[in-house]
């Protein structure tokens, strides 16, 4: 039988292995992947001395599929988002922290509602929707997917929410809830198809396309949000839409150029990037 191999070593290797792969953050991924193989959590790590040679083998399969650029969450299966755990896979855009601030946006705007009607469109795994039934319990949510791969994912993660989930166009779903939202959110394909070189590998190479080109200049669903986010709200209703940095300034203008958009106003996020933009439906 092979000696155990001490954990601290382990980590060490795996973190230089996915820094010299090109991965964003080393030491964490390494951690997570590690605790992810043991069975245990981050915090659980610092228990563990030394790892069996069966363990360690494992660990060295997930560490150079990490290496070679496959998504963490992939790897491990399952995403945190807010105050919920998500399952995750092939075939689903994997939710980011930065879209937890738009999430954190239809909470405030839901939560002081009595029973606010809640629509997320593109919601892929649920995230948004999962956050929204979670933080405001007395809100009646309703999300939509058009991918069956990313919509399998989303029934598991919001079963039991009570959310109401459809299968469909975002934009042209929920013809039975016309002007009679109080909070619309999305998440749609926002990458201009002249920036395919510039996405990183995770995403261009493992997230579905269908989630993340729109077009030449990555406004076309935008576009198709102005228009229908028009019909779904109520008179007052409020919308949140995410973007790539880059178009700060582009998606207030598509909104404001319908001429139905009042406070339209973009926000950064932690880094100070442009990241969302909300408005609200002309009386």
Request: negative net charge.
């Amino acid at each position: 039988m092979a000696p155990p191999v001490g954990r601290r070593a382990l980590l060490a290797d795996a973190a230089a292995r996915l820094a010299a792969g090109g991965v964003a953050s080393p030491e964490s991924d390494a951690t997570t992947l590690l605790a992810h193989v043991l069975g245990t959590t981050r915090g659980g790590l610092a228990l563990v001395v030394d790892v069996t040679d069966e363990h360690a083998a494992a660990y060295d399969v997930v560490v150079a599929r990490r290496a070679a650029r496959e998504p963490l969450q992939h790897l491990t299966g399952s995403a945190g988002f807010r105050r919920v755990e998500l399952a995750v896979g092939p075939g689903v855009f994997v939710p980011r922290p930065e879209t937890e601030l738009l999430a954190g946006w239809a909470v405030e705007q839901a939560a002081p509602q009595d029973a606010p009607v809640v629509v997320d469109l593109c919601t892929g795994s649920g995230a948004i929707a999962a956050a929204v039934a979670d933080e405001v319990p007395h809100a009646r949510v309703h999300a939509v997917e058009l991918s069956p791969e990313a919509h399998a994912y989303a029934e598991r993660n919001l079963a039991g929410t009570g959310v109401d989930l459809r299968l469909g166009d975002a934009f042209e779903a929920f013809d039975d809830l016309l002007g009679t939202v109080d909070v619309l959110v999305c998440n749609p394909p926002y990458v201009p198809l002249e920036s395919w070189e510039s996405v990183a590998v995770e995403a261009r190479d493992h997230d579905p396309h269908l989630a993340l080109f729109s077009g030449q200049d990555g406004l076309d669903a935008i576009r198709l949000l102005a228009v229908r986010g028009a019909a779904l709200l109520r008179p007052g209703g409020v919308l949140g839409v995410e973007h790539a940095d880059v178009q700060g300034e582009s998606v207030p203008a598509v909104l404001a150029a319908t001429g139905r958009w009042h406070e339209v106003r973009d926000h950064v996020d932690l880094a100070g990037r442009a990241r969302f933009t909300t408005a609200r439906l002309a009386r």
